[in-house]
């Protein structure tokens, strides 16, 4: 199985960014779509963003879509969600997660094989 491994979250204060990492353990990382999801406590995991096998594509929830961005750099088999302007609504475990399977809308759990660990960013007011 494909292992994802996170890193870059933190506690930061309302206003401030994080860049997360995703690193990846397979040579085949090109072929993978991929997504980010936050679960916060006591909530349901929910999708914030993800992009396609080729890079051309990017996703968004709505409700980040100006301040978050997705983007892969396939020499280093790692993808990065850039957080800007942080709210504390934004506090929750970070999720990353790869597929090989082309045709999936990559806005659901079940569209993903892989899943990280998760990696806990914390914004407080």
């Known amino acids: 199985q494909v292992q994802l491994v996170e890193s870059g979250g933190g506690l930061v204060q309302a206003g401030d960014s994080l860049r997360l990492s995703c690193a990846a353990s397979t040579r085949f990382f090109t072929d993978y779509s991929i997504g980010w999801f936050r679960q916060a406590p006591g909530k349901e995991r929910e999708y914030v963003a993800a992009i396609i096998w080729s890079g051309t594509s990017k996703y968004y929830k709505t409700s980040v879509g100006g301040r978050f961005t997705i983007s892969r750099d396939n020499a280093l088999n790692t993808v990065y969600l850039q957080m800007n302007s942080l709210k504390p609504e934004d506090t929750a475990v970070y999720y990353c997660?790869?597929?090989?399977?082309?045709?999936?809308?990559?806005?659901?759990?079940?569209?993903?094989?892989?899943w990280g660990q998760g990696t806990q960013v914390t914004v407080s007011s």
């Open positions: 997660a790869i597929t090989p399977t082309t045709g999936r809308g990559l806005k659901l759990r079940d569209d993903y094989d892989y």
